[in-house]
């Protein structure tokens, strides 16, 4: 692999899962003549970047969030019971017991990372409170909006939701027909942390979307590929039943992990630039089994359905979780790496 591909797998920013698959080819290989079909293997990536000297994770000295995780949920936008239902048990899994391979043990790697202390991120996540927001700002949203939709759930602008400085992270979650500045082309999910010239305060905060009418393929990604991919990978089958929702999950977990290590954007991540950090979870971005990289899923049980997973969670729930950056191993690690 050359050392282009090399750079390219491992500081590519987050987002686009399938985009290590186009990032990778192009700067290591040319095409496969069309009508050839891959073997997966041909997707892996080598032991060398699966244990790489080159990332360099490092501690900036801002916080972590060691207190009780509390999570508060805006839904915004028209939402089933049942999609709800399934983000809720999988929130729930994270400080709940579960067969192994659990959301649990997942959660586990997160835990590795402290603050100065030595304090390690808590283990302890409760849903806090949640509040149904039906297009208070539209459908269709960007960076800023989604700070003001922050800010009028919350009680002191007459909303439901209390102000939670330490330890509450804020989730606005928007529905299939909700558009989000850059969703689909350059962003499945993204955090950051609120402006007190807009909302007041100064907040930890994620936006992710359900991208199941708008963009599958992306952000649904490997329950739904791209179709220049489709002669080479087929889309695996989701485990609760709803593309959309079920690739919600991978992104959720993907910003929660962030959100806990960098809350503020000055704790863990790889460079020098708070700007564009490269955080514990962008290093392991379309990595979920054994053998994973390159656009290839990995080694994946399958449920009594044929559905892909590779954790278990509260209630017989199973999700599809991508891996995160272990800083001990100094590799990317799952709970299903040795299955």
Request: hydrophobic share 40%.
């Amino acid at each position: 692999m050359s050392l282009a591909a090399l750079h390219c797998l491992l500081f590519s920013s987050l987002i686009l899962p399938f985009a290590l698959l186009v990032c990778c080819v192009s700067a290591s290989a040319s095409p496969p003549a069309a009508g050839v079909a891959l073997s997966p293997s041909l997707f892996r990536l080598s032991k060398s970047v699966e244990v790489s000297p080159y990332v360099d994770m490092r501690y900036h000295n801002g916080p972590v969030l060691t207190p009780q995780i509390r999570v508060y949920l805006i839904w915004y936008g028209n939402w089933r019971v049942s999609q709800q239902a399934i983000i809720k048990d999988f929130l729930h899994s994270i400080a709940s017991p579960a067969p192994s391979p659990s959301v649990r043990s997942w959660w586990s790697t997160v835990q590795l990372y402290t603050d100065q202390t030595g304090s390690h991120i808590s283990d302890s996540l409760v849903i806090a409170g949640e509040r149904n927001d039906l297009y208070s700002h539209g459908k269709a949203l960007t960076r800023m909006t989604t700070q003001q939709v922050i800010k009028s759930s919350l009680k002191a602008y007459n909303g439901s939701l209390p102000v939670d400085a330490r330890g509450g992270v804020y989730m606005v979650l928007t529905s299939e027909d909700v558009v989000q500045q850059d969703f689909c082309s350059a962003a499945c999910g993204f955090h950051y942390f609120t402006y007190s010239s807009i909302v007041g305060y100064t907040l930890p905060y994620a936006w992710v979307g359900n991208s199941g009418k708008q963009c599958p393929d992306t952000c649904a990604y490997p329950f739904q590929v791209p179709f220049y991919m489709q002669q080479f990978i087929q889309p695996l089958k989701a485990p609760n039943g709803d593309v959309g929702v079920d690739g919600m999950i991978s992104v959720i977990g993907h910003e929660l992990a962030e959100m806990s290590s960098n809350p503020l954007i000055n704790a863990w991540f790889a460079g020098s630039d708070p700007e564009a950090p490269t955080e514990i979870a962008d290093l392991c971005e379309g990595m979920y089994g054994p053998g994973a990289g390159g656009g290839y899923a990995g080694v994946l049980p399958l449920d009594k359905r044929g559905a892909s997973y590779n954790v278990n969670g509260i209630r017989g729930r199973r999700f599809l979780v991508q891996w995160l950056w272990d800083p001990v191993k100094k590799r990317c690690y799952g709970p299903n790496a040795n299955v």
